[in-house]
């Protein structure tokens, strides 16, 4: 395999790349925070709303509730592999400049794989 990495550019790319992440952990932590306020203000199907006499949710504190599951998983492992992506980038270049070609494909190599995200009480896919 041939290598023309130029430095600088990866290092633009990360710094570029790691701004976009910080984009999505806010995001990601502003839905863990506010879904669920949002739920609990959400109502019930009671005369008069609120969380009626049995304290139940519902159905938009059950649909948003929904919502946060289904995208708990998927926004995990967008963050996993970003985290990766940056990783093996940095290591494969600074492998690179240091002149270990090996060590720049172990690097690449191990990022490509597919991390693995175990979040407590996330529904499996």
């Not at 806010?26 to 203000?41: C, D, F, N, Y």
């Not at 919502?67 to 600074?94: C, D, P, V, W, Y």
């Not at 995200?117 to 529904?123: F, K, M, Q, R, T």
């Amino acid at each position: 395999m041939d290598w023309d990495i130029k430095p600088s550019g990866v290092q633009g790319v990360v710094n570029k790349t790691i701004t976009a992440a910080e984009g999505f952990q806010k995001a990601g932590t502003s839905l863990q925070k506010e879904l669920p306020e949002a739920a609990k203000h959400a109502g019930t199907v009671t005369p008069g709303g609120g969380a009626g006499e049995s304290g139940g949710m519902g159905p938009i504190a059950g649909a948003l509730g929904e919502l946060m599951a289904s995208h708990q998983q998927r926004l995990g492992f967008i963050s996993a592999r970003t985290e990766a992506s940056l990783n093996g980038a940095i290591k494969a270049t600074t492998a690179y400049v240091h002149g270990n070609i090996e060590q720049a494909e172990n690097a690449q190599r191990e990022a490509l794989k597919e991390p693995k995200v175990d979040l407590p009480g996330a529904e499996k896919k």
